[in-house]
């Protein structure tokens, strides 16, 4: 390694340990809140002419934005906050049943499964034709361990084109005969 490479890597380190000492305590947390994936969120959201704070308070009571926050929350595997997120979306359109079936997905990523099939079945009720909730129910029954109600509804999702299903039907047929 040159000395060249070794002053640029103690350079980054050295950085680092700065950014992170100065961003970890109380008072640089309070003044770096504009930096905020809330605080980001909410200023593309509002009225690029400088709106009012109202703006912002209907975009933190839109169903929309709770719904968007609890599946930015799913997918990085903070079920627990994604639940809440789902709630407010769901108090607020209670007849959105896309925030019952990500709900219910979470609640079977953190193993409560009857929660979980509770909600995929009232989003499945919503909207009977919709292959992906009934995927997402058949993921929930696997992890539940329930293989048959899982490969009930695979082949139910499958008939409704959700691609998915017809995927995971596809390997699994292949598995069972290369055996």
């Given at each position: 390694m040159?000395?060249?490479s070794v002053l640029a890597t103690i350079s980054i380190s050295l950085l680092a340990l700065v950014l992170v000492i100065a961003f970890a305590s109380p008072a640089a947390a309070q003044k770096t809140d504009k930096y905020t994936w809330e605080a980001m969120f909410a200023k593309k959201t509002a009225?690029?002419?400088g709106a009012s704070d109202k703006s912002d308070e209907k975009t933190a009571k839109d169903a929309d934005y709770w719904f968007d926050k609890g599946a930015l929350c799913a997918t990085y595997g903070n079920d627990r906050a994604a639940i809440n997120y789902f709630q407010k979306a769901i108090s607020l359109d209670p007849n959105r049943s896309g925030a019952y079936f990500e709900q219910g997905i979470s609640n079977g990523q953190l193993?409560?499964?009857d929660k979980a099939i509770t909600l995929?079945?009232?989003a499945i009720a919503m909207e009977p034709q919709?292959?992906?909730y009934l995927y997402g129910r058949g993921r929930?029954?696997?992890l539940a361990g329930k293989q048959d109600q899982a490969m009930e509804d695979f082949k139910k999702a499958a008939e409704l084109d959700?691609?998915?299903a017809q995927t995971y039907l596809k390997h699994v047929a292949q598995f069972w005969n290369d055996e």
């Open positions: 040159t000395l060249k009225d690029p002419q193993g409560d499964f995929v079945n009232e919709n292959g992906l929930v029954y696997l959700d691609e998915d």
